[in-house]
Every structure is written in C-alpha cells, then in structure tokens.
C-alpha cells in the first residue's frame, strides 16, 4: 500500500510569491496534519482536518491555510512568501483518534 | 502548553546500548510518541506511550512516567544506520492527535 504521498518534492519561490503544497494521505485515512520542520529543530503543527472540517490550529498567521477534499488528500496554501518560511513542510495522515501519526517525505520549500 | 526537552546531539558506539531522554512540562497529554528521522527524510514511527511503563519492540524500548514528566528512547545493539534524529513528542488532551515534538536529539553512532 502507498504511503503519504506528497507534491512537489521541492519548490523555489520569491519572496511574495503564494504556493500550493498537496498531500494524500494513507488509504482509508480521514485525517491529515500539516507541519513545517525547520532544520535542526523538531516539526511545528500548522493544521489538523478531519473529515474536511478544520480540527486544530498551531500558532501560524492568516498566511497560511489548508483545505481537506471529499477523497481526504489537503492542499497548504501559503501567501505573500517570506524568507522564513523557508523549510520541509511536512504531511501525516492518521487512522483512529489518537493513532500514531505517519508522515510523507515533505515537500522542501526554499524562498529567494 | 507544552514544553518538550531533549539533549541535542548524543554520540554511541556500535554494538553498544543508548538512551534517549525527554522530559516535559505539560497540563496532561494523551500520549507520548518517538518518531525516527533520517537527515533529509520524514520522520517514521517508532513507539507509543499511554500509559507508565515500558513499551518494548525489538531492539528499540521506550519508557514513560506520567508522575515524573519523564520518558527515555533505548536502543539495543546500535547499528551505524541507528544514525539519525530521534524526536519525542506529546499529543494533547481535546485536540486530536496534533503532535508538539520537541527539538530532537541526533545520534551520531561511531564504529
């Protein structure tokens, strides 16, 4: 069975630039997370969706935003780029509540 | 909220055993999770904690205690591919599964 599978891998954008970041989670997962890993630190919680409602939030600006699909695979959407929104952005996908969380490969985003 | 500590870089021999710390401050958690991460890789799971005690599974064990905001990663019998980032985190309480890890620690495995 596939794992998490996300889209691009890798992604150069300018400073003020908007990007989509794509996701499909596990089969017969209903819930998808969004983390940004800087390097050298531990990934931070961006969003939560469950069954296409937004169940949790991290400590990010309005920038920032996601979707779920009725088939469960999510789009990050991200606004007016910044430097420091330079990093490995990270997708999970998680069975039943409470469930270890599984990841995909991330995509590497850089800002110019 | 949710603090996570853990030392940021540690060094073993192969054949040898390590131990991972990772204390929390946190009001209460659901459970506590080891993830493995290979530089440029996503993190994979290795072990879950809900309740005191240890959790074995191969060469790899963790250990929780709730009353002493206190769990440990153990790794048996190293192998130089045991080298890698090793990132605990907390799942807390009425907010799904979201996951708050802490730093991560890297362990540098020697011949």
């Known amino acids: 069975d596939a794992g998490v599978t996300q889209s691009p891998t890798h992604l150069i954008k300018t400073r003020g630039q908007q990007v989509t970041l794509r996701c499909s989670p596990i089969s017969g997962h209903k819930s998808v997370s969004w983390y940004q890993q800087v390097l050298g630190q531990g990934p931070q919680f961006i969003f939560q969706?469950?069954?296409?409602?937004?169940?949790g939030r991290g400590n990010f600006p309005d920038r920032f935003s996601a979707r779920q699909f009725p088939n469960y695979s999510s789009e990050l959407n991200v606004n007016a780029l910044l430097l420091g929104d330079s990093a490995l952005y990270l997708c999970a996908s998680s069975g039943a509540s409470g469930g270890p969380q599984h990841f995909g490969d991330g995509t590497r985003l850089s800002i110019l | 909220g949710q603090n996570i500590d853990q030392p940021t870089e540690m060094t073993a021999t192969e054949g040898a055993i390590v131990q991972i710390n990772c204390t929390y401050q946190?009001?209460?958690?659901?459970?506590l999770f080891w993830y493995q991460q290979h530089a440029g890789e996503a993190p994979t799971f290795l072990s879950y904690n809900v309740l005191d005690g240890l959790e074995e599974k191969g060469r790899f064990s963790s250990f929780l205690s709730r009353s002493k905001g206190y769990s440990y990663l153990l790794l048996k019998e190293l192998q130089m591919k045991d080298s890698a980032s090793y990132l605990c985190a907390l799942t807390a309480p009425n907010a799904g599964n979201m996951l708050t890890f802490g730093g991560g620690t890297r362990l540098m495995v020697k011949p």
């Open positions: 969706y469950y069954e296409k409602e937004e169940r």
């Open positions: 946190t009001s209460g958690f659901n459970g």
